[in-house]
């Protein structure tokens, strides 16, 4: 029992102690031996970029812009982080046009901006392709929440990249209109040019030489018109510019826009005609205007051979481009011969590689139309005339072509 009360008190008199020795290691908080948070002197120089310099901003260069500045003065061992406000004329810096941190993280004096950088900013500052736009900008450095912007404020000016500010959705359709195409100017009766791929358009339209013409389009409520310059760049037209183009040479042409490349090209139409490939057989087209070629009142014909008794009735549509013969066909290479109530689709018209088989990629007579008589001289005439229509425009979203009975069957 002796034992056991030694070793009771023995062991309070060690915790005794221990608590004595935790009191004189932590003596509790004092302020004098912690570092006090400094918030940051501004930025009191700016030295690069600073002064009204000019970039001509381009794709190809490999030279950054760099924004530099003297580091504010350190306190103690406080790291301080930057960030740049850039703005525009007329901006106060409460709602910068860009807020970006400085090289490394923050850490560096210093913003550097690649070429395509800046050209975004400039977007963002509603700076216009190939234009000058002035930036503002200044230098915040902060530390936790405390932070303080310079008073002094530095501005450069770049040149915009070449480009297209404003190009048409899917759903914002593109025109050619002016004295120099079909509308002779007139807006409400321009030609539609059909959508191809993003920022790809087409049309068949006939020109008229020396005369004006430009390509239109709404977007976002917006009107723009759209021309090449002397170099064959397509560009838009900037406020109060009233650029537009002309051919030399008066015809039928299918031009090409590629809004993305900036590229426009041009191809002098024709002849067009129907071609049935047994007895080859040609029936010359008319160009009817706005990118349709067709004949009315025609009677069909198709000609007898050893494996097609009642007569074969593949065909396609030749048309002449700069030159050079081209078919326009189906879109399977044997496809079967149409009714009345085939699929409009059927009709579509796909552009051939040259030297395709002329039997391949065919259409056929639809025989429930046509109505044959009796053959004469192994040849099989429609008792249907029909009026046929090309349509190389954007009524039907794709190129195609229609057969319908003629009114001239009803007298």
Request: proline content about 3%; overall charge negative; charged content about 25%.
């Amino acid at each position: 029992m002796k034992t056991q009360r030694f070793f009771k008190v023995a062991m309070l008199l060690l915790l005794t102690g221990l608590a004595a020795c935790d009191n004189e290691r932590n003596p509790g908080f004092n302020p004098n031996d912690y570092e006090p948070i400094v918030a940051p002197d501004p930025v009191h120089t700016l030295d690069a970029m600073a002064s009204g310099e000019r970039v001509v901003l381009s794709s190809s260069s490999l030279t950054d812009i760099v924004l530099k500045w003297t580091p504010t003065t350190a306190h103690g061992n406080t790291v301080y982080r930057y960030e740049v406000l850039i703005d525009t004329i007329g901006g106060d810096f409460t709602n910068p046009v860009e807020i970006s941190l400085s090289d490394n993280n923050g850490l560096e004096p210093q913003l550097t901006l690649s070429h395509y950088q800046a050209n975004a900013i400039g977007k963002l500052a509603k700076f216009r392709c190939n234009t000058n736009g002035t930036l503002r900008w200044k230098v915040r450095a902060y530390c936790g929440l405390d932070d303080s912007i310079s008073s002094l404020e530095g501005f450069f000016v770049i040149f915009m990249m070449d480009g297209i500010d404003n190009i048409p959705s899917e759903d914002e359709p593109i025109y050619i209109t002016g004295a120099g195409t079909e509308d002779n100017g007139d807006e409400t009766r321009a030609l539609q040019m059909l959508r191809q791929d993003d920022g790809i358009y087409q049309t068949f339209v006939r020109l008229k030489a020396n005369q004006p013409y430009v390509f239109m389009a709404n977007v976002g409520g917006q009107k723009c018109y759209y021309y090449s310059d002397e170099r064959g760049i397509l560009r838009e037209r900037n406020e109060g510019e009233k650029y537009t183009m002309q051919v030399d040479k008066e015809g039928i042409y299918r031009i090409t826009i590629n809004m993305g490349e900036q590229s426009i090209s041009y191809d002098e139409i024709g002849d067009v005609w129907l071609y049935n490939v047994s007895g080859n057989y040609r029936q010359d087209f008319n160009y009817l205007g706005y990118g349709k070629w067709g004949i009315v009142n025609y009677t069909a014909r198709k000609q007898t051979e050893s494996w097609a008794g009642s007569g074969e009735t593949r065909h396609s549509f030749k048309m002449m481009i700069n030159g050079t013969e081209y078919r326009w066909g189906n879109r399977r290479r044997d496809e079967g011969t149409p009714n009345m109530d085939t699929d409009d689709s059927y009709y579509n018209l796909y552009l051939l590689a040259t030297g395709t088989d002329a039997w391949d990629y065919s259409f056929r007579f639809c025989d429930d139309l046509l109505q044959w008589g009796e053959p004469s001289s192994g040849v099989y005439e429609a008792t249907v005339k029909t009026d046929v229509t090309l349509y190389f425009n954007a009524d039907f979203g794709v190129y195609t072509h229609r057969w319908v009975a003629s009114e001239t069957n009803g007298n």
